[in-house]
């Protein structure tokens, strides 16, 4: 069965919603109902989880969540491993200015393979769009600033009311919350509907898939 190793970014303001809900998501999906009580007792092997999850910035050195939690990331750039899945969360105004203008965050982003698929969380759509992976697409970011991403860039297709925005190889999820919503259509729709559903229910999440 084929396992998806999936890389979280980290920065400093991240909105710890944005990266902790898809983190426990990935990590709490199973390939069967049989392996549900195995992780929760710390029986389940790394070889037999369908998502292997680590954390990555851009110098591998602990980072301060917004708020104030302190969070000591995986990898950096240079020593991640090639991910098939990157999840790029978001943060307050003052992260989005300081991310969007971070040259090394950005390439990161950008530089991503067509291959991968590229998750955001809330305002994380803002460095999907800045990296240039959401142009001619629809997209959708925290209710709060749906306003000012279509503002900020006419060439994506803001879409509201909505909790994600599925476009192939480009997922983005509206605010906080929504990352969860959005990485169980992802079990869903890399596993099966039955690995999702059962995901919802291991995290006890009232999710219609």
Sequence with gaps: MKQFHVGILLFNEVDAMDFVGPYEVFNLSTYKDSDVQKLFLNQLGLEEKPFIVNTVSEDGKPITVHNGLRVHPDYCFQTAPDFDIIVVPGGPYRAIKTVSQNKQIMNWISHQSKEKLILSVCTGAFFLAQ??????????????ALDL???SY??????????FVDQGNVVTAAGISAGIDMSLH???????EEAGIRTAQTIEYNKHL
């Excluded at 990296?131 to 709060?144: E, S, Y």
């Excluded at 006419?154 to 909790?163: A, L, T, Y």
């Excluded at 992802?186 to 099966?192: A, D, F, Q, S, Y």
Aim: proline fraction near 3%; charge should be positive; hydrophobic fraction near 40%.
């Design 154 to 163: 006419p060439k994506v297709e803001v879409v509201r009311g909505v909790k």
């Design 149 to 151: 991403l279509e503002k």
């Design 186 to 192: 992802i079990v869903g729709r890399l596993l099966n």
């Design 131 to 144: 990296a240039g992976l959401l142009q001619g697409k629809q997209a959708t970011t925290n209710q709060t």
